[in-house]
């Protein structure tokens, strides 16, 4: 049983370590190659963590190939688009100007029924609000409105409006975030000061961020608000 526990630790990390050198992306971002890739690599190390006649060594050697092929792989297809777009496949369009390309659906296997759910999930009430439906190479569906249905922007009425840029989490549960502070030029003094200033202890942070142009946003713990 210990062996068992010892080798499950051992290949979690190996496995994250790999998919880590992969730049693996979420479950539903993967392409074909990369997600037939993640299967293989669970798979082959399932069997030296369940058997213990397997030697270690005999279980990281597919591992580490499988890894080292998908980045080589990755890099080949990156410098050929060529190959890229014969592994990835291109964006497809299933609905375009309002119409319905049924032949992309027949070629997709997607149904209308899935059409109509991905035009709900992006907040539109029905297809006659939609000018195209994609399907794109991570399997997703980008929705594109009518522009009468499309979201106004300050820029639609004319109106300027200063980039806030993001809303960078400087402090994080009570702890001074030392790499985000650093890529905002901020500096720890400054911020335990404006603390202060403000009577708040940092113990009792929850979240503290600040944006482009210095609005910062500071949330307390429950048991402190």
Known sequence: MATILIRTVFFYIILTLLFKLMGKRQIGQLQMTE?????ILSEAAALP???NSIPISHGLVPLITLASLEVVSSFITFKLPKLRKMMDGSPIILVG????????????RITMDE??????VHGFRGIDEVQYVILEQSGKMSVIPKSLHDRLTPIDIGKDVPDKGI???IVIDGGINKNVIEDAGL????????LRD????????????????GEMQISMKEKNK
Do not use: C
């Open 167 to 169: 809303s960078l989490p």
């Open 187 to 194: 500096t720890e003094r400054w911020i335990l000061k404006t």
């Open 97 to 108: 100007k309002g119409e319905v390309f049924q032949k992309n659906l027949a070629k997709t």
């Open 49 to 51: 963590i369940t058997d």
């Open 35 to 39: 997600f037939a890739t993640a299967v």
């Open 198 to 213: 403000g009577d708040y202890d940092i113990d009792n942070v929850l979240f503290m961020t600040v944006d482009d142009l």
């Open 115 to 120: 059409i109509f759910t991905e035009i709900r």
